[in-house]
């Protein structure tokens, strides 16, 4: 038992102290011993199998290729290059309004000219980046006629490009608010009369809630889009003058746009029938082509005493927007 007390005996009480010469033999073996541990577990995690796999860090997605954006506006939206001839451009004119003034019909008659490239639909543009392919010289065009009652657009619009040309076809507006509410109630027959929704309490006052009563109100729209573009890049066309001399009209726009007259009055003549004018036979065409059934649609008999009344209440808006625009439209 004599060894119990000897080097490296480990029952003594050196232990707790920690002073003693046990404790100074013992102490080199704890690294040895660690180190033996840690080759251990390496040489089993080194066969397939055994060991979790080691954290990656994920390599970088490459940059996505770069698209056109407005100049000097970073946050403007994006449009793809296109892989065909020619791209996708940010539209360079736009036909901002207004609903039921004519803007369907202009938008047809421009795409005769072999310079100006827009898709036949709606695009919204801002609303989903929806554009034709355009070659070099020709200029991209959107029409949406929503654009000019909606707040906002103005200053989406500068954002895009503030040398944006901006053409708006304007209407009589009470034969507008009339024409609008006959698409409507072509969608929707059990709408109410129109006088019911045109005044509050009978023929009490006009309701500038209801969107088609709203829209005619050109000056104060005009307005929101002066704060962010100069009048000189408007162009104001008669909706009436656009059915009477469509020819003249489209001369007027394409000169606006810098365009070299192409479209004349040998591409129209007059449809009796829709009491429009529609385009003559194209070359290679079996037929002349007029716009859809929906357009020249009859409007429904509106008493005189509510034309009358739309009329009195338009004519202080009508004469600020000729004073505006620098022209009188003849609709008082």
Not at 20 to 36: E, F, K, N, Q, Y
Not at 81 to 104: E, M, Y
Not at 168 to 194: E, H, M, W
Not at 219 to 237: E, M, T
Request: contains cysteine; positive net charge; charged residues 20%.
């Amino acid at each position: 038992m004599a060894g119990s007390g000897g080097p490296g005996g480990g029952a003594g009480g050196s232990q707790g102290a920690g002073g003693g010469p046990g404790t100074a033999l013992r102490a080199p073996r704890a690294p040895l011993l660690l180190a033996a541990l840690v080759l251990g577990a390496y040489c089993l995690c080194a066969y397939p199998g055994r060991c979790p796999p080691a954290a990656r860090v994920p390599a970088p997605a490459p940059a996505p290729a770069e698209t056109p954006r407005a100049a000097g506006n970073p946050g403007a939206p994006a449009l793809p290059v296109a892989s065909g001839p020619g791209r996708r451009r940010f539209p360079q004119a736009l036909i901002v309004g207004v609903k039921k003034g004519g803007t369907r019909a202009l938008l047809e008659f421009l795409r005769l000219h072999p310079d100006v490239r827009a898709l036949g639909s709606e695009p919204h543009f801002f609303d989903r980046s929806l554009m034709p392919r355009t070659l070099d010289g020709q200029i991209t065009m959107e029409k949406t006629p929503s654009y000019f009652v909606t707040r906002e657009a103005p200053r989406r619009i500068r954002g895009m490009s503030p040398d944006t040309k901006l053409i708006v076809v304007v209407r009589n507006p009470v034969t507008r608010a009339i024409s609008d509410y006959a698409q409507t109630l072509s969608k929707t027959p059990g709408l109410p009369s129109f006088r019911a929704l045109a005044f509050r309490r009978g023929l009490g006052p006009v309701d500038t809630a209801w969107s088609a009563v709203r829209i005619g109100l050109y000056a104060q729209h005009l307005d929101n889009w002066l704060r962010y573009f100069p009048l000189s890049h408007f162009l104001f066309v008669s909706g009436e003058r656009l059915v009477s001399d469509p020819a003249g009209e489209v001369g007027r726009v394409q000169d606006f746009l810098g365009l070299k007259r192409v479209v004349t009055d040998k591409h129209f003549y007059f449809n009796a029938t829709k009491g429009f004018p529609c385009l003559k036979k194209a070359q290679g065409s079996s037929r002349p082509r007029c716009l859809g059934k929906s357009k020249g649609r009859p409007h429904p008999r509106v008493p005189e005493a509510v034309v009358q009344r739309l009329r009195d209440f338009y004519r202080p808006f009508n004469r600020k927007f000729y004073q505006m625009t620098g022209q009188d439209f003849g609709w008082d």
